[in-house]
Antibody, heavy 121, light 107 residues
Framework: EAQLVESGGGLVQPGGSLRLSCAASGFTFRSYSMNWVRQAPGKGLEWVSYISSTSSAISYIDSVKGRFTISRDNAKDSLYLQMNSLKAEDTAVYYC??????????????WGQGTMVTVSS | DIQMTQSPSSLSASVGDRVTITCRASQGISNFLAWYQQKPGKVPKLLIYAASTLQSGVPSRFSGSGSGTDFTLTITSLQPEDVATYYCQKYNSAPWTFGQGTKVEIK
């Protein structure tokens, strides 16, 4: 069974950093594009970042460009999100999600359970 | 960036009712649209991709249609387990924006 498990969330002060990880199992990780999607408390879904299967294509939502970095290690079946210069508005549950496609996005078919990031002093 | 607007924001319907949710893109996106269901306290689930293709395992009472700027998600006979918030998402080009969501409740 395909599964994604996020880790690395927590409480961080404004301006701080966190690194989220997502461990994949039950499918051939290197064959799929991956995404990070977040959901602020009581709010809707917000796509954050995308990385293609070979890391050749990467995209971010404007509000995190220059602060967040997505990466992956296909040898370790893992996806990462390095988050720097965190702001209160980054507070959310962060989900890692598998894309149905290899080199572009076409629907997110497997989601992790999410990891909570709280940015507060 | 292309904006995705869903309507209504919420609805209440009876079991067995036909329910329709609309998603409008501010520019044409061909059929590069997905629909998701998020039940309370749960993880989002992919229902439909390519505007009208049902994801494996999704009940046939769910269907999607549309192309260009206007899309619909239809539940032909609302069931109690369909209580959820539904989101559309465009993926023709980054950013892969979600709609604001439509909350569906049972009357």
């Amino acid at each position: 069974e395909a599964q994604l498990v996020e880790s690395g969330g927590g409480l961080v002060q404004p301006g701080g950093s966190l690194r989220l990880s997502c461990a994949a199992s039950g499918f051939t990780f290197r064959s799929y594009s991956m995404n990070w999607v977040r959901q602020a408390p009581g709010k809707g879904l917000e796509w954050v970042s995308y990385i293609s299967s070979t890391s050749s294509a990467i995209s971010y939502i404007d509000s995190v460009k220059g602060r967040f970095t997505i990466s992956r290690d296909n040898a370790k079946d893992s996806l990462y999100l390095q988050m720097n210069s965190l702001k209160a508005e980054d507070t959310a549950v962060y989900y890692c999600a598998r894309d149905r496609c290899v080199s572009t996005s076409c629907g997110l078919d497997i989601w992790g359970q999410g990891t909570m990031v709280t940015v507060s002093s | 960036d292309i904006q995705m607007t869903q309507s209504p924001s919420s609805l209440s319907a009876s079991v067995g009712d036909r329910v329709t949710i609309t998603c409008r893109a501010s520019q044409g996106i061909s059929n590069f649209l997905a629909w998701y269901q998020q039940k309370p306290g749960k993880v989002p689930k992919l229902l439909i991709y390519a505007a009208s293709t049902l994801q494996s395992g999704v009940p046939s009472r769910f269907s999607g249609s549309g192309s260009g700027t206007d899309f619909t998600l239809t539940i032909t006979s609302l069931q109690p387990e369909d209580v959820a918030t539904y989101y559309c998402q465009k993926y023709n080009s980054a950013p892969w924006t979600f709609g604001q969501g439509t909350k569906v409740e049972i009357k």
